[in-house]
């Protein structure tokens, strides 16, 4: 996880190309994971999502 501006740009490897990226706002009691909606561009050798920054906290699972 990088900063870009005001973004952030997440990124994984293009092995896990069917991956997909979810976040929440909170952990406990309960995590309530839902797609961030972007779509996974190819960079590289890597793939990576671009999402704008947040006031609020936010937790990021990649899963398939």
């Given at each position: 996880?990088?900063?870009?501006?005001?973004?952030i740009?997440?990124?994984?490897?293009?092995?896990?190309?069917?991956?997909?990226?979810?976040?929440?706002a909170?952990?406990?009691p309960?995590?309530?994971?839902?797609?961030?909606?972007?779509?996974?561009?190819?960079?590289?050798?890597?793939?990576?999502?671009?999402?704008?920054l947040?006031?609020?906290?936010?937790?990021?699972l990649?899963?398939?």
């Amino acid at each position: 996880i990088t900063g870009a501006g005001g973004d952030i740009v997440i990124g994984w490897p293009n092995w896990a190309g069917g991956y997909v990226l979810h976040s929440a706002a909170q952990l406990w009691p309960a995590a309530n994971w839902s797609p961030v909606g972007a779509t996974p561009q190819l960079a590289g050798d890597h793939y990576q999502v671009t999402l704008p920054l947040s006031d609020s906290p936010r937790w990021y699972l990649l899963a398939k």
